[in-house]
């Protein structure tokens, strides 16, 4: 069965450093998602992507993050400048076509020290 | 803004079915219901969705009330490995985001 997969599962860096994280979606899928889980906290929506735009962002969402697919396979978030409150578990999701079922990567924990 | 609302906690006895509920009264009629679980801090796991019918797949079956306003999530012989967080989530069928509550956490226990 085909997975969303994503790199690395855990991320540690020193705050304001850049960071980049990295998914591959299931190969069929158009539409690529970010959501970010703070520890303890509810999964939140970062951002929506498709046809190399942002069709959704959500506040988080801020001038530190971006998001591109550089190759036609990966889909990367990159956060410019990590904040402490940056930790969190970043998951991405991918789907066939708009208002489709989302599937979840594994997620890549991302710890700011 | 919440638009479901679900138990915060529930147990389950190994073998057994699990129903777990889920409130959404003031859905729309192009909402559709889907469910989400994720275990431990892994990514979330799709289960199952429906608009108005009731659904069933290998993991689980879904029954939606005639007036859309509540569902019932069913795990038909319950696991220890179904011990997760269980997200109830209400969208349009043309919406990009997922929104997520604090979902019902269901512990299965031998």
């Known amino acids: 069965e085909p997975e969303v997969t994503q790199t690395p599962s855990h991320q540690v860096t020193q705050m304001g450093q850049e960071v980049i994280l990295r998914c591959v979606p299931i190969?069929?899928?158009?539409?690529f998602y970010w959501y970010r889980q703070i520890l303890g906290q509810k999964v939140e929506f970062l951002v929506s992507?498709?046809?190399?735009?942002?069709?959704?962002k959500s506040e988080i969402f801020d001038d530190q993050f971006s998001v591109e697919r550089p190759d036609g396979s990966n889909f990367t978030l990159k956060i410019r400048s990590t904040k402490l409150e940056d930790s969190a578990m970043y998951f991405c999701a991918t789907q066939t076509r708009r208002g489709d079922t989302q599937y979840f990567g594994p997620g890549t924990r991302l710890t700011v020290l | 803004d919440a638009k479901t609302t679900q138990p915060t906690s529930m147990d389950c006895a190994e073998g057994r079915a699990a129903n777990l509920p889920c409130n959404h009264s003031?859905?729309?009629?192009?909402?559709?219901v889907y469910w989400y679980r994720q275990i431990h801090s892994q990514g979330p796991q799709y289960i199952i969705h429906g608009l108005k019918n009731n659904e069933t797949n290998e993991m689980a079956s879904l029954i939606i009330t005639e007036d859309r306003k509540s569902s019932t999530l069913i795990l038909p012989h319950a696991t220890l490995r179904d011990t997760a967080v269980y997200y109830c989530?209400?969208?349009?069928?043309?919406?990009?985001?997922?929104?997520f509550g604090a979902g019902t956490t269901v512990t299965v226990r031998a």
């Open positions: 992507f498709y046809n190399n735009e942002i069709s959704e």
């Open positions: 003031t859905i729309s009629g192009n909402e559709y």
């Open positions: 989530i209400v969208r349009v069928a043309d919406d990009y985001k997922l929104s």
């Open positions: 190969s069929n899928h158009l539409y």
